[in-house]
């Protein structure tokens, strides 16, 4: 099994920065797509960034050229920096993975734990 644990949450004032840490773990065979999604109270989660292992990325509209998703394959590490942030921008981050955990396996999703991000003067 792949487990995940978050890093970087808290409070932030608007303006202000963040990055966020998801460090995969576990049985890994291969990592695909990895991602950030996020749950405001009230509200539906709802992808925040996404990043394929070839590299492609997908961004909500609403976070375009604020937020920066990366990851760094040999820690199985991903990030997500995050400029300018607005109080919209206040919810629980969850980390998402599509992957294998053995070479027989199936790619199935994993989730970490969430970590919250509060954005408020």
């Known amino acids: 099994q792949v487990q995940l644990v978050e890093s970087g949450g808290g409070l932030v004032q608007p303006g202000g920065s963040l990055r966020l840490s998801c460090a995969a773990s576990?049985?890994?065979?291969?990592?695909?797509?990895m991602g950030w999604y996020r749950q405001a109270p009230g509200k539906q989660r709802e992808l925040a960034a996404q990043?394929?292992?070839?590299?492609?990325?997908n961004y909500a509209d609403s976070v375009k050229g604020r937020f920066t998703i990366s990851r760094d394959n040999a820690k199985n590490t991903m990030y997500l920096q995050m400029n300018s942030l607005k109080p919209e921008d206040t919810a629980v981050y969850y980390c998402?993975?599509?992957?294998?955990?053995?070479?027989?396996?199936?790619?199935?999703?994993?989730w970490g734990q969430g970590t919250q991000v509060t954005v408020s003067s």
């Open positions: 576990g049985s890994i065979f291969r990592i695909y797509t």
């Open positions: 990043l394929t292992d070839a590299g492609n990325t």
């Open positions: 998402n993975v599509l992957a294998r955990a053995t070479v027989l396996g199936v790619p199935s999703d994993y």
